[in-house]
T-cell receptor, first 114, second 112 residues
Framework: DTEVTQTPKHLVMGMTNKKSLKCEQH?????MYWYKQKAKKPPELMFV???????INESVPSRFSPECPNSSLLNLHLHALQPEDSALYLC?????????????FGSGTQLSVL | DQQVKQNSPSLSVQEGRISILNCDYT??????FLWYKKYPAEGPTFLIS?????DKNEDGRFTVFLNKSAKHLSLHIVPSQPGDSAVYFC???????????FGAGTILRVKS
């Protein structure tokens, strides 16, 4: 199993809604990532979890709240988002600390904020 | 400050010919480089990588070349196939770092 599974694939939410994005991997990877990608732009790092602990927060606004309940799951809780937060949200995992440097990405959640 | 730059937004190549995608970087602390391929509305898929201690890595039709003195790497695809049409991202990582920094991407179109 070399998959990173993200749900939902598409999400439309209003600015007052609370929603969550979910990510799951069963490769035993201990580093998990959230990236945000706007159209025609590169993926931008948001958060990194290493061994279930938040290790990097790229100055992301508090309306995005990550959570890593266990080594296989990563959530991104969304609250009071703005229309400019509309983007493709990508989850990725890596075999930390040793092993391949490559990230395995999920297919992403396409988020639209109205 | 863009540490990883892909200066060609797009590239069009005839099927069967060579595709060459270029990437420049500014951070001399980068020690590992990766190429990812991405289709619309999908996550990036790992293609090939190279460590800074090497100058070439080959995997089937894909070869990555690294010129450390010029802080430049390139991806060669030979022969190019229509299924190679996608966005290609160059990415780099610093030693002991947890971050992967991506370039802006190059759209490759392979015409049949």
């Amino acid at each position: 199993d070399t998959e990173v599974t993200q749900t939902p694939k598409h999400l439309v939410m209003g600015m007052t809604n609370k929603k969550s994005l979910k990510c799951e991997q069963h490769m035993g990877h201990r580093a998990m990532y959230w990236y945000k990608q706007k159209a025609k732009k590169p993926p931008e790092l948001m958060f990194v979890y290493s061994y279930e602990k938040l290790s990097i927060n790229e100055s992301v606004p508090s309306r995005f709240s990550p959570e890593c309940p266990n080594s296989s799951l990563l959530n991104l809780h969304l609250h009071a988002l703005q229309p400019e937060d509309s983007a493709l949200y990508l989850c990725a995992s890596r075999n930390a600390p040793a092993g391949s440097e490559k990230l395995f990405f999920g297919s992403g959640t396409q988020l639209s904020v109205l | 400050d863009q540490q990883v730059k892909q200066n060609s937004p797009s590239l069009s190549v005839q099927e069967g010919r060579i595709s060459i995608l270029n990437c420049d970087y500014t951070n001399s602390m980068f020690d590992y480089f990766l190429w990812y391929k991405k289709y619309p509305a999908e996550g990036p898929t790992f293609l090939i990588s190279i460590s800074s201690i090497k100058d070439k890595n080959e995997d089937g039709r894909f070869t990555v070349f690294l010129n450390k003195s010029a802080k430049h790497l390139s991806l060669h695809i030979v022969p190019s196939q229509p299924g190679d049409s996608a966005v290609y991202f160059c990415a780099a990582r610093t030693k002991y770092g947890n971050k992967l920094v991506f370039g802006a991407g190059t759209i490759l179109r392979v015409k049949s």
